[in-house]
């Protein structure tokens, strides 16, 4: 049965594409449009109607990402996960993105919703969210590069591993 | 010592190194 791995696949990329597609968007364009906007008064309208709806579609998708990747490896995935011979490649990537997932749910969104107001939070917490969000966020856009590297192992790859 | 995390081209540069050792480590121990 090959159609479930290919709407797997479809689903996994159109996923993944948003998920890092907002996690870039974020770290190349959100971080500094906020410090100007705080500096000129305008940042409301970024943490108010922006941000939230971006957080939205971004937490989503790292989740869709997830099991969508889980349903095209099937019986690869321990395999994959244990880093068996042939699979490691696969594994590193799955693994980055395991851990990125984990950021996103367990740092980023639960310190995010006290940045944004959606949770109680006095200054001084607020100030300590944003750091954490802020290093978890960065964290994961250094961690795409090479889960993008190992997760596109194609052809290509065998070349660059000499297989 | 600054975190490399704080700016752009740091958290750039740190994937970049990032995916060199992982690769190494596929290549040379796990394939």
Redesign the interface.
């Known amino acids: 049965m090959e159609l479930v791995p290919a709407l797997a696949r479809w689903l996994h990329l159109l996923a993944g594409v948003m998920w890092i597609g907002l996690l870039y968007y974020f ?2 364009v959100q971080a500094d449009a906020m410090k100007a906007a705080t500096a000129d008064g305008t940042a409301a309208g970024i943490s108010k109607h922006v941000a939230p709806r971006a957080l939205f579609y971004f937490r989503w998708a790292a989740v869709v990402t997830w099991l969508a990747g889980a349903t095209l490896l099937g019986s690869q995935f321990v395999p994959a996960f244990t ?1 068996s ?2 699979m ?2 696969i594994g ?1 990537g799955a693994w980055l993105g395991t851990i990125m997932l984990l950021n996103v749910w367990g740092i980023i969104w639960p310190n995010q919703k006290k940045i944004l107001g959606l949770k109680p939070a006095t200054d001084e917490e607020k100030a300590k969210a944003r750091r954490a969000a802020f ?1 978890a966020s ?2 994961n ?6 889960m993008l ?2 997760m596109a192992g194609g052809w290509s790859h065998r070349a ?4 | 010592m600054k ?1 490399p ?2 700016s ?1 081209w740091g ?2 540069i ?3 190194v ?2 060199v050792i ?2 190494e480590i ?2 040379n121990y ?2």
């Open positions: 770290n190349f880093l011979k042939g490691a490649g590193i290093l960065r964290t856009t250094m961690l795409s590069m090479p590297f190992f660059i591993f000499g297989m | 975190n995390l704080d752009l958290t750039v740190s994937g970049l990032l995916t992982l690769y596929v290549k796990l394939n």
